[in-house]
């Protein structure tokens, strides 16, 4: 099997499990589709606003999963390629904002992001957590959040590893990151974007926005 090959399968393997999209299933079974309801995002915080916390921590342990695994199941099939697990990374994160059987239309990344950086390594994943709640907390928007770490996760791993092209493939997913939360950060300017103290103040982020008596 030659490189091209063993690239194409990583690529292939990877946006096969990214694109599999728990929120998108939870809600069919709760008997909504999550790309019409909610914020329209189908992820772990667009699960929090219309099923509950619950719902959106399982979304979201699932999205990480499914992220680390293309990583890891990549790296072992192929332990010469050092791109393998990378490709299979980027390419989760990919299939799991741009999923071909729901039309192009899933989430966001974040979740998918963090499940890459967990299969590269744990005290990696501890300071890029600490340093992503910072932002947050600084912020107070998941957004800003998601796409300053999809810029800072991938300098970091070249600073580390001095692997410039891996980290030129872990920023990849950047520029689609920033695409997509573009109408996030309209939102924020409007005031209409939910903050990070939705997690705690459900009713009162959604009355300052004006959809405290929205339904699904």
């Known amino acids: 099997m030659n490189s091209f090959e063993k690239i194409l399968i990583c690529l292939l393997l990877g946006y096969g499990l990214g694109s599999i999209s ?3 299933l939870i809600g069919k079974l709760r008997g909504y589709d999550v790309r019409k309801s909610g914020s329209g995002n189908a992820g772990a915080s667009n699960t929090v606003i219309l099923v509950g916390k619950a719902a959106g921590f399982l979304v ?3 999205d990480v999963l499914k992220a680390s695994c293309s990583w890891w199941i990549c790296a072992a099939l192929f332990p010469e390629l050092r791109l393998a697990g990378i490709l299979g990374g980027i390419a989760a994160i990919l299939g799991h904002m741009f999923p071909i059987w729901l039309h192009f239309k899933g989430g966001k990344g974040l979740a998918c992001m963090g499940g890459v950086i967990i299969a590269y390594d744990w005290k990696a994943t501890l300071l890029m957590l600490a340093i992503a709640l910072a932002i947050a907390l ?3 928007y998941v957004a800003v959040t998601t796409v300053s770490m999809s ?3 991938p300098v970091y791993y070249g600073l580390r590893t001095a692997f410039w ?3 030129g493939v872990l920023l990849v997913p950047a520029l689609p990151i920033f695409l997509r939360h573009l109408i996030n950060f309209k939102r924020i300017r409007k005031g209409e974007e939910l903050r990070m103290s939705f997690l705690w103040n ?3 982020e959604l009355a300052r926005i004006g959809r405290l008596d929205e339904e699904i």
Do not use: C, E
Request: charged share 15%.
């Open 202 to 204: 459900k009713d009162g």
């Open 138 to 140: 600084i912020s107070r």
């Open 60 to 62: 979201a342990l699932l």
């Open 22 to 24: 728990p929120s998108f």
């Open 165 to 167: 092209l891996g980290a």
């Open 151 to 153: 810029v800072i996760w």
